[in-house]
């Protein structure tokens, strides 16, 4: 890869100082969002994870619900005598409801660590587009090292100004 040769001259150029300090700053807000994108993506990651074992505990919770409705079923239909079942039927009667009603509160966590999910991918989302533009800012910031054009610096502080933004925007969600 060829290295870009700063000249004698251009170092006492005042312009050529600034955007040198321009594309050190838009280097580090492009460093701070790379690393906010890269932990939204990982706690994106851990709250899915999070939500598919919930949604798992609740399958199972329902699948014991429905066993012991199954139980009860059976145990009412072929025994002959119901007085003898009664505190079996009881049981699994109390078991049902518990498993029912345990099942509702995990299904509401559930799809709280859903909502969680959801939102850490908004804020990585905005984080990535963020970091995009950024990275954006700092390409058309250096191109005016080698074709000394003004335009250049110009479009690349808007482009890191958007992205800023949505770094900004990320992390208030």
Known sequence: MTEIEVKPE???????????????????LLSVVTIASHRAHTDAVIHRTESNDAWSYY??????EN???IALTLLRTWSPDPARIEIPAQKL??????????AE?????AKAKDEETRR???????????????????????????ARKNFFPVFGVLAAVFGTA????GSLL
């Open 10 to 28: 251009h170092t006492a150029d005042p312009i050529t100082r600034r955007v040198g300090i321009l594309v050190g700053v838009v280097g580090i």
């Open 59 to 64: 399958q199972a919770k329902k699948i014991r």
């Open 67 to 69: 066993t012991s409705e």
């Open 93 to 102: 009667e109390a078991a049902r409801l518990k498993y029912a009603g345990d």
């Open 105 to 109: 509160k995990i299904q509401g966590d």
């Open 120 to 146: 850490e991918e908004r804020r990585a989302l905005r984080f990535d587009i963020g970091e995009g533009f950024l990275e954006l800012g700092l390409v058309l910031c250096s191109l005016y090292f080698l």
């Open 166 to 169: 949505m770094a900004v925007w």
